[in-house]
Structures are given as C-alpha cells and as structure tokens.
C-alpha cells in the first residue's frame, strides 16, 4: 500500500525543507533518547515513516549497527535515497506503518519521528512497531507534539487558533498526539515511559532563523486558513518586530515515548 502524505498535497518542497530544519533543530533533542535506548549497540534498527531520510541519517551515524528506513510514500523515498546516499549502513523501503513488512519479534530497536501525528491509525502503528521489535526490545517515538501544549506571547486572537492546531488538523494530522503515546504504548503491550524532550526555551533569534527558513510554509497556512494577505503581512510585521525586539517567546512541547516489550507476552 502506497501512503500519500497528507502534508504533500502540492508543496513537497516546502515540506522537506521543513523537515530539514526539524531534523537540525531538534536534534539535540532526540540525541539523549538514542543514548537512552541504546542505539549504538542495536544490531538491527527501524525507523517508521523515515520521510525524506534527515532524521534516519542522524540515527545511522549514531549507531554500528544496520538501519532499515521505511515510507509509505514513493516520494519521499526518493529523497531519502538522495540523502542517505553516503550512509552505507541504512537500506530503505516503500511501506505502510499500519502494516509492517517484517517478521515479528525482527528489530532490537524501532523507531519513528514526528509519524504518528499523521497516522490515520496511530494505535495500529505502535502495534506493529511493538510486533516487529524482539522481546526485551524498545520501541521509541522520539518526538511528537501537543499544540494544545503550546505557548506564546505577545498573542494574536486571529493567527494563533491556525498555528495552535488547526491548521494541522485540517491536514489531516492530530495536533493532540503527545498527550496520546503513554496510551496508545501501554495498549500495544509496551512497559512504558513518557517524557517531554524540549525542556529548552529558544531564544528570538533562533525563533526567527526558524521562521524564515520555513516562512513559505506558515504564509501557506495562513492562506489556506483564509487570512487576506494584508492580515497576514500585518501579523508577519507584528511577529519579526517582536523577535527583534527580544520579546517574544515561544513553547511548544515535543513528547517522547519509550517502551520496552517484555520478555515474555
Ligand atoms: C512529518 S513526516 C516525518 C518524517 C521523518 N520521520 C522526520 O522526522 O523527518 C511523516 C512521514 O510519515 C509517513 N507516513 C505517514 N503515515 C504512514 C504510513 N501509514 N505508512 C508509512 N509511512 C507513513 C509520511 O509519508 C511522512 O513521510
């Protein structure tokens, strides 16, 4: 089965310099929970919904052991074979999370970042993340965010509602699906532990590299969620204003999940 991004739909480029940036972002970020889960030592890894391959390059330089990067999307695979060409340990797939093409009990560790916010059924993907990874093995969701978590200021009653959510909601994607992991791993047999993996404020100035580098993105979101281009100028002026200034501040947490399948089920 072919999966067709729901964040693609006609702005492939905009979304992998989108995740790009992610991937740089927050790799300070993931970096502990790799640590934590061992990945240096794992012989055999998966990562779920590898997307354009940034954050599997990440894993693949962390670990001696062989990265299996699976997709749904034909597209994005193509991307990740371009960025991936020089990691030699990793082997990429065309897939579907919700059903995994694997053996049970095949992985020492399997992964997934930023995937089950887009999932049309995120139980049904840890799962088979929990299926396919060895007994006394770890599943982990390094990164998925809650916008019902986040916060800023100064507010905008007009703009924030599109960027708290919506507008991911509107994509398809659940913008509620930090708060959802404990459940959805405790329910896939999973011993489990739940954290948030930002705990860093950023400062105006990184905020503003951010935004600029993806600001084709957020203009796009503005639009779709009908916002005439003055507002949206006016909202933008407002915005880079209060970052120069130093004042604006920016938290939106990212959860992680990790959980160990038991020795015996
Ligand atoms: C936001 S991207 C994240 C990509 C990458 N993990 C990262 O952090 O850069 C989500 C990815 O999940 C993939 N995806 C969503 N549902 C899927 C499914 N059922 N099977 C396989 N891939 C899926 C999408 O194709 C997309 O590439």
């Not at 694997?102 to 997934?112: A, G, M, Q, R, S």
């Not at 959510?165 to 992991?181: E, M, S, V, W, Y």
């Not at 590299?209 to 281009?229: P, T, V």
Request: proline share 5%; hydrophobic share 40%.
């Amino acid at each position: 089965m072919i999966v067709k991004p729901k964040i693609l739909t006609g702005q492939l480029n905009d979304f992998i310099k989108k995740l790009e940036l992610q991937a740089l972002e927050t790799a300070e970020e993931r970096r502990p929970l790799y640590l934590e889960v061992d990945i240096k030592d794992a012989i055999l890894i998966l990562d779920v919904g590898c997307g354009s391959g940034m954050v599997t390059r990440d894993i693949a330089h962390l670990t001696k052991g062989k990265v299996v990067a699976i997709d749904g999307s034909e597209d994005m695979i193509s991307v990740a074979k371009k960025v991936l060409k020089d990691c030699r340990n990793v082997e990429l797939k065309v897939g579907d999370a919700e059903n995994l093409p694997f053996d049970d009990n095949t992985f020492d560790v399997v992964t997934c970042n930023l995937v089950l916010m887009w999932a049309d059924d995120p139980q049904k993907v840890v799962c088979e993340m929990a299926r396919v990874v060895k007994p006394g093995g770890v599943v982990l969701a390094s990164l998925e965010p809650d916008y019902g978590g986040k916060l800023h200021y100064p507010e905008n009653p007009r703009i924030d509602p599109v960027f708290a959510g919506n507008a991911i909601k509107k994509r398809g994607g659940d913008p509620h699906i930090g708060r959802k992991l404990r459940l959805l791993f405790v329910r896939a047999g999973l011993n489990t532990k739940v954290g948030i993996g930002n705990n860093r404020i950023w400062s105006c100035e990184e905020d503003k590299s951010y935004y600029l580098h993806a600001r084709d993105f957020y203009i796009k979101a503005l639009k779709d969620a009908g916002l005439s281009q003055e507002e949206i100028d006016k909202w933008e002026y407002d915005y880079l204003k209060s970052m120069d200034e130093g004042v604006q501040l920016n938290f939106f947490p990212q959860f992680y999940a990790i959980g160990r399948k038991p020795m015996v089920l």
